[in-house]
């Protein structure tokens, strides 16, 4: 089982960039494919990003591809979505999600993640 906890969500301005941390607990973090996801009030919880147990593959959502970027270290226990040029789109509330793998695959259903951090808010001002 793993704990996953959320941070660095903020207020920010059209064209700004910030940085998002998932911090996990446990011993095993190496086993779980991560991902990013992102649900704006009103609508769906959509997939951002994902990232393979090792880091190997990513795969981000068009909406993001060229602006965000999905990273980790095993070692840190933590993963990383540094997002860049924001628009006000780009608002809502952020969660990171665990899935426990056998094999380096990246995961974009929300319904195969086993663990959900609590969400982390993005504000983009126009």
């Known amino acids: 089982q793993v704990q996953l906890v959320e941070s660095g969500g903020a207020l920010v301005q059209a064209g700004g960039s910030l940085r998002l941390s998932c911090a996990a607990s446990?011993?095993?973090?190496?086993?779980?494919?991560m991902g990013w996801f992102r649900q704006a009030p009103g609508k769906e919880r959509e997939f951002v990003a994902a990232i393979s147990r090792s880091g190997r593959n990513t795969h981000s959502a068009d909406s993001v591809k060229g602006r965000f970027i999905i990273s980790r270290d095993n070692a840190k226990n933590t993963m990383w979505l540094q997002m860049n040029s924001l628009k006000p789109e780009d608002t809502a509330v952020y969660y990171c999600?665990?899935?426990?793998?056998?094999?380096?695959?990246?995961?974009?259903?929300?319904?195969?993640?086993?663990?959900w951090g609590q969400g982390t808010q993005v504000t983009v001002s126009s």
């Open positions: 999600a665990a899935d426990p793998q056998w094999r380096e695959v990246v995961v974009t259903t929300a319904a195969q993640y086993d663990y």
């Open positions: 446990g011993r095993t973090f190496s086993s779980y494919g």
